[in-house]
Every structure is written in C-alpha cells, then in structure tokens.
C-alpha cells in the first residue's frame, strides 16, 4: 500500500474512529442514565444497545488505525 492511500486510510477511520466513539460514548451513557426512570416508553434500553454498536465500530476503527501506524511501508522510493 502506498504512502497516499495509508494516509488517506488513516484519515478516514480517524474522522470514523472520533464520530462513533463520540455518539456511542453518549447513546451509552444516557441509555444507562435512563434505565432508572419508569415509564412506558423507556426506549433507554434501545440507547444503550445503538451506544454499545457505536463504540464496537470506534474499537474495530481504532484498532485498525493502530495496526496501519505501526505497519512500516516498505523501502525505497
């Protein structure tokens, strides 16, 4: 893989990596914020379960950036 497309590589799953982890942090945190109050329609739990989602893919997103930071390209030019 060239130097142009790891970069853009690397672009792209960052912006992912900050918008998922973000919405996932928040649907997490007000769906357990939520699970306490009563009523018929809770949808806290649907919150909770689209924030788990969200924060799975930032996982997946990072653990990829990561692995293409590390990777060296190869030599020569």
Do not use: D, Q, Y
């Not at 790891?6 to 990596?17: D, E, H, K, N, V």
């Not at 649907?27 to 379960?49: C, D, M, R």
């Not at 924030?51 to 950036?65: E, H, N, P, S, T």
């Amino acid at each position: 893989m060239n130097n142009v497309a790891r970069g853009f590589l690397t672009a792209i799953l960052s912006l992912a990596l900050a918008g998922f982890g973000l919405c996932g942090a928040a649907g997490t945190f007000s769906g357990l914020a939520g699970l306490s109050s009563p009523g018929p329609e809770n949808f806290s739990s649907v919150a909770l379960v689209f924030g788990l989602i969200g924060l799975g893919i930032a996982f997946v997103c990072g653990w990829i950036v990561i692995r293409l930071w590390r990777k060296r390209p190869p030599g020569g030019a």
